[in-house]
């Protein structure tokens, strides 16, 4: 019984998990080159910040370009 609801929370949660992916690819698809470029500045503006590091804004720029 317990291993049901198990399996049954797992596969909503896989479910949201591939929404959320396929909505966030959808949504980036759709965007212009000068919203791809913003994203881009945000995110060396970030590096300069000092919010985020060089290897996760590379990881950015590799995945969304």
Do not use: C, P
């Amino acid at each position: 019984m317990i291993e049901s609801y198990a399996t049954e929370i797992a596969t909503f949660l896989i479910g949201i998990g591939a929404g959320i992916v396929i909505r966030a690819k959808l949504w980036w698809k759709f965007k212009s080159t000068e919203e791809r470029k913003a994203l881009v500045y945000d995110i060396f503006q970030s590096l300069e910040d000092g919010k985020i590091t060089a290897t996760e804004a590379k990881a950015l720029i590799k995945n969304h370009l």
